[in-house]
Each structure stands twice: as C-alpha cells, then as structure tokens.
C-alpha cells in the first residue's frame, strides 16, 4: 500500500472525554482533523449553557492546539492552522426542557449536533431502552424542523428504532447516528438493524462506526480484523458514503461517570445499561483503540484489511467533513 | 327534596384561575370546602417554585378565607375554621424535568396533585394529542413509584389512553383523572372511553367531571339536564363512589393565556387544541357554571335532575375527600 499523508482528514465523530492537555495533545499530534465532542446528557438547561462556558475556558486555555468550529469552514481554517476543530453536541434533549425557542439559543453559542433522546424517552421521542418507543413527537417534529432550519444535525444515537425511522423519514435534512454499529455485527440494545441502516442511507443519513465495548462482537476483545469485516459487509449494504467513525471514547473519567451516565436523575434505583454482569465500570476499550489518535491507527488497519485506501480515507473523515458540509 | 344542609363537603377537583379576591370571596360564600388549584402547565423547575412562592403570598393576603391543604386533614380543619382549603397540583411533568428527585422537593411545598403529561408527550409518558401513545415510559415508572410513597395523586388528565391504562395498571394507589368526560357524552380528544372508566374505577380510580365547553355535548350551550343525564350513566357504568368534579374553570385570564396553555413554547406554529373552528380565545362557558360558587348550585341540579340527594352530595365532594384521604 502507498505511504499515507500526513494531510488527510480525521474526524471523529463522537467522543465524550474528560479533556486535558494530555488528551488535547494526544488528538493534535496524531493531527486529528475535528471531534465531535458530547457536552451534555442529562444536564438540565441551565447546567448546559455552564457547560458551554467551560468549554469556552478549555478553548481559551489550548488555544495553540483547539479551536472550536461553528462552519465546517471553522474545521477548514483550523487543519490550515494545526489546531483540532472541536465541534459541540449534546447526547440528550434534556437542555431544550420544553422550549423551542433554546434551540437556537444554543445552537448560536455552537451547538451542531443534538440527539433527540438518551436510552429513555424524551417529549421529542423515544429512547432504545423502553419497552414502548412512541416514535418522533409533536415537539419531536417541531424542534427537528427548527434543527433543520438552522442546520443542526439531528442526532438519533440511543433512540428507539421507531424514533430513528420517523426522523429518517420527517426530516428535510439528512440525519446521523453518531456512534452505533450495526446489530448484524453485534446485537445489542444500541446498535441499529439493517433495514434501518438502510432506510438512512437512501436519505444521505450518516452513521458513525462506535468503538465503545458493548457494541462490539467481543466487547473489548474485538479484534480490529473483525471490526474492519463488518465495515465491509456495513459497504456492501449502503455504500461507502454515508459511514463514518463515532469512536464514543470516554477517557479520564471516573467510575462513577459511567454509572451516572446510566442513571441521570431519573431512578432511585440503579440501572446498568447493556452490561449484563451489571457492571458499575467503564468497560475495557480493545487495546487497539484506546485514545484519540488511534483513529489514524484504525486507517492503517482498515488498509491492512483490505479496505481500499480511498474507501478507508472516506470512513476516517471525507465522509463526516461532507456530511456536515450540507448542515452548518 | 329536602332542605340541604349548609353544613356539606364541596371540592372542586380542578380550577385554573387568575386568583383574586372576588374570586376567592367567590368560592367562600358559597362554602366551598376545598378546590384542587392548577398551579403550573408548561413552566420549568425554577417557574414552578417561584409560583409556590406566589401562591404563599395569596395565602397570607387572603388569610381570612383561604388556606393550604396539605393533609386532608387541613381540609377538616379549614371547613372547622371556615376557609376555602387550597391544594395544589402540576398539570404537566415539566416542573421534574428528568429529577426524580424534585418530586420529593416539590411535595415538601405542598404538592399533590402531578400530572404526568399535558396534551403533548413528556418523557413519562405520552399525551392525548399524540398521534402514537408511548404508553407509560421507565421514568413514568419510576416517578409513578415516587409519588405513591409519597402520597402525591397521579393524575392522567390530558394523558394519551394507553399511558391511562398503563398507569391505572401500574401505580400502587389509585389514580385520578381530576377533569374529563365519558367519551360517550361527548367524544373528544381530552374526554375517556367507557373501557379505561371501567379499568379506572376497578382499582378504586377517581374521575372529575368538568365542565370545560369543549368537553361538553354541545359546548358552551350543553344543559345541565344533559350533564346530569351523563352523570347517571356513568354511576350505572362504574358506581357512584369514584366520581366528582374537577370543573376545570379557568376564570380572569386574558385570551393569549388559552393560547398559551395550547403552545408553551413547545411550537413556533400555532396549534388550536380542541378548538375545531380555530378560536383563539377562550369557549363560551355554561351559564349554569361560570364561577366556583355553581358547584353548590350544580348540587341542587343534580337534585332537581332524579340524583338522589345522598349520591349528589358524594359527587360533589365526600366522594374526592375519601379519595384523597387514602393518600396524603
């Protein structure tokens, strides 16, 4: 295989770390093009705005390596000057509570993404945990038009399967899945079946291949010849335009994080998500994806598996940088 | 019939009023026992606690007539003092957001009534509006759980029929439906079918009936013969223990306030409710119950109209007292 350039594009398209220094460097020196990075989940709106202003400080405090992107412009001028584009998303709707009108609230202070639902229902929908999924909403469907206006990406991550077909179908813009893998390679609650992948890619929607253990065969021991299989078959199904990588990395946090995750507010119970030796851990990452960088890694790997180069470049980053180029 | 006595249970299960003195004069001179007050419908956490706040300052305004029921117990001990016993109720989720916990806080100030959805879908359920009901969600669940601890009454008016089966099913205590009407006196969105009755009252639920235009046979003209003709065919449905009324009067509020209660902020469209020909102001009212004080006045009807008078003075009030009784 040909020697691979340096300036190429890598974007990832969901990541949710506890950030430092550490992890900004490890990002910037593997030149990591953007991030799409999870500000939110369950965090109400005020917390959510907060939640803006420290990542404002984080930019201000890295700014020889960051820089936020509001434009895939942003992402343009930020490769030309060394620095990782990080792109803002919410993983929940829980920061809009009952109020159109802060949809463009945050979506002014950079909010690019939003996922209508996290695991449970929302009043935009329903989530992949319940038992019932309601599909999109009234206010599903009034803030999917609002988000489509302004050009934020509806996010269908961790809803039900009835919410992502109605968004599919509802939707005047294409929609993603930011981070699932297909159940073909691994059925589990979050990951999406075929004939929706499918109903996706026939309206230019947008999948983003996750690295997070439950919705890997094996869970951390997957290995990455069995990962770059199912992107094979994943081409096979709807072409080579529409995926991308959604490592859903969660670094540096502590154990609690994945429990709360899990939780929210919203139980005095205690609800263990997909690990079903009811883990309160984080679960083991493959060893081969571990950190930001190991996103040019997963390139190297993806050619060495027979992926043609110019496939494997598209799902490392054109994809996403094309996707997003037809939203903001 | 006989001369009734002065001396009777009168409890509106549902009012929505711009409260002022008139009003509460009102409700006092005609020995109003008790009236469920709407204090909230799309408002948010930090709206909803501020409107408690406001509602103590009514209660040291009117302190001469009014006061705050917390226990039926203060019920008992306002009739002894000759006050009208105010209590309080949500009639949307929106307050909790996704914090369980704030069900806890908000019952510390007082609250017992919730509903869990209005009109629209919550993430606890699903709303009558809804073209598909979700049923009731896992945080519906949780919270449902919540409130039955706590002695806070569940309340699925403005709920999708599904989520009244699934709460009617799940919940512990029994639940009310604090202002509709059998589908089978007027068939609209807002009103019940004669099965989730029936499934209502089996497990000792409670419906208020109201007198709100669009839940009545032919609105705002509907006769109260016509009213109480409904009210004995809902005794011959389900008995004549599980019912009251919930008037649903919304009295002094300018239009833009029924607007309001239809849009929130959930839509930048306008959405008409119930209201067929558009009418973006409030409905005409029945002459025959415009103000609190017609309850007592809607006693003598029902007399007047073959209700024995021992079952119009459970309907009026002892039925919603030992209702409430058996929780909080």
């Known amino acids: 295989?040909?020697?691979?350039?340096?300036?190429?594009?890598?974007?990832?398209?969901?990541e949710y770390c506890n950030w430092n220094r550490d992890l900004f460097e490890n990002a910037h020196k593997a030149g990591i093009t953007a991030i799409h990075a999870t500000l939110?989940?369950?965090?109400?709106?005020?917390?959510?705005?907060?939640?803006?202003?420290?990542?404002?400080?984080?930019?201000?405090?890295h700014q020889d390596i960051i820089t936020h992107a509001k434009k895939t412009d942003d992402i343009f001028?930020?490769?030309?000057?060394?620095?990782?584009?990080?792109?803002?998303?919410?993983?929940?709707?829980?920061?809009?509570?009952?109020?159109?009108?802060?949809?463009?609230?945050?979506?002014?202070?950079?909010?690019?993404f939003m996922q209508l639902t996290y695991n449970n229902q929302t009043s935009l929908g329903g989530g992949c945990f319940e038992p019932k999924d309601s599909g999109v909403s009234r206010f599903g469907k009034a803030v999917i038009e609002e988000m489509n206006r302004l050009g934020m990406i509806v996010d269908l991550s961790h809803a039900g399967k009835q919410t992502c077909i109605d968004a599919i179908e509802f939707s005047s813009k294409p929609v993603a899945i930011s981070h699932a893998n297909p159940t073909f390679?691994?059925?589990?609650?979050?990951?999406i079946d075929s004939d929706v992948l499918k109903k996706l890619a026939k309206k230019d929607g947008f999948i983003g291949l996750s690295l997070y253990p439950?919705?890997?065969?094996?869970?951390?021991?997957?290995?990455?010849?069995?990962?770059?299989?199912?992107?094979?078959?994943?081409?096979?199904?709807?072409?080579?335009?529409?995926?991308?990588?959604?490592?859903?990395?969660?670094?540096?946090?502590?154990?609690?994080v994945v429990m709360w995750m899990r939780n929210g507010k919203w139980t005095k119970k205690i609800d263990y998500g997909e690990s079903k030796d009811k883990n309160p851990k984080?679960?083991?990452?493959?060893?081969?994806?571990?950190?930001?960088?190991?996103?040019?890694?997963l390139l190297t790997s993806m050619c060495?598996?027979?992926?043609?180069?110019?496939?494997?470049?598209?799902?490392?980053?054109?994809?996403?940088?094309?996707?997003?180029?037809?939203?903001?």
């Open 1 to 14: 295989m040909s020697k691979i350039s340096e300036d190429i594009i890598l974007i990832d398209g969901l």
């Open 40 to 61: 939110v989940y369950w965090e109400n709106t005020e917390e959510s705005f907060k939640k803006i202003e420290y990542w404002n400080d984080l930019f201000k405090e």
């Open 77 to 112: 001028q930020a490769k030309k000057n060394n620095k990782v584009a990080i792109i803002f998303g919410f993983q929940n709707s829980a920061p809009i509570a009952n109020d159109i009108f802060l949809v463009e609230k945050f979506f002014v202070k950079g909010l690019r």
């Open 185 to 191: 390679f691994h059925k589990s609650i979050r990951n």
């Open 214 to 256: 439950y919705h890997l065969k094996n869970l951390g021991d997957c290995k990455v010849e069995d990962f770059c299989s199912m992107i094979k078959d994943l081409i096979n199904l709807i072409g080579d335009e529409n995926i991308g990588i959604g490592s859903d990395l969660c670094l540096n946090w502590p154990d609690d």
């Open 282 to 297: 984080w679960p083991e990452l493959p060893k081969w994806y571990s950190k930001p960088s190991d996103l040019r890694n």
């Open 304 to 328: 060495e598996n027979n992926i043609a180069e110019k496939v494997a470049l598209k799902i490392v980053g054109e994809n996403w940088f094309n996707f997003m180029k037809n939203q903001f």
